[in-house]
């Protein structure tokens, strides 16, 4: 018995110790306060387009929707807000052929966001926001993001890795910063970068 626990935890360790290896620890940079120029220019988009998907969204509260659509609506006062803590919770980028207008691939190399929901100070305080996250490229983790605990505009780069038809890059979330009030997780707006 005393061998199977020894094994067992040696090929945990070893597992773990691989995982760690591959997966590069990066911390985002801050870029300022949002205005109405957050999200104007060339991202991602520019070369491509792309579904997204959540493994959840909170159930509205009156006119206020919690929906994945609100992380690239351009607007500060909408978040997607998960179910429960959001620990584990996920936001995927899905890329289809219709998205490559006749390219085979583009690379995919950041993220830019706001952290929280922005809607005002008070509400950002109130609600939890993301402190730690894991980046998967068709289910497998290529880095892990330490969030800024800011309001202001993040910037994440990361070594470029190429997209194709069939792509998913998910985001899950591993650690979040608490809020004052509430134990939501919410994301303001996210948008990709790459190609360029």
Not at 31 to 52: I, K, N, R, Y
């Amino acid at each position: 018995m005393k061998v199977k626990r020894w094994l067992l935890v040696a090929c945990l360790t070893i597992s773990t110790s691989v995982y760690a290896a591959q997966v590069q620890l990066i911390k985002s940079t801050l870029d300022g306060p949002a205005t109405e120029e957050f999200g104007v220019g060339c991202s991602l988009g520019c070369a491509v387009g792309w579904d997204m998907k959540a493994s959840s969204a909170r159930e509205p509260q009156g006119k206020v929707k919690y929906d994945i659509k609100n992380i690239d609506d351009g607007k500060f006062n909408t978040a997607w807000v998960p179910v429960g803590n959001g620990i584990g919770e996920t936001v995927s980028f899905l890329f289809k052929k219709k998205h490559f207008s006749g390219m085979k691939s583009t690379t995919f190399w950041g993220l830019e966001l706001i952290n929280g929901y922005a809607k005002s100070k008070k509400v950002w305080q109130e609600n939890s926001r993301v402190k730690r996250l894991r980046i998967e490229h068709n289910d497998k983790p290529l880095f892990e993001v330490q969030l800024a605990d800011s309001m202001e505009v993040q910037s994440v780069n990361f070594a470029p890795f190429t997209i194709r038809p069939g792509s998913i890059v998910k985001l899950i979330i591993l650690e979040t910063y608490p809020g004052t009030l509430y134990e939501d997780v919410a994301i303001t707006e996210l948008i990709p970068h790459g190609a360029h």
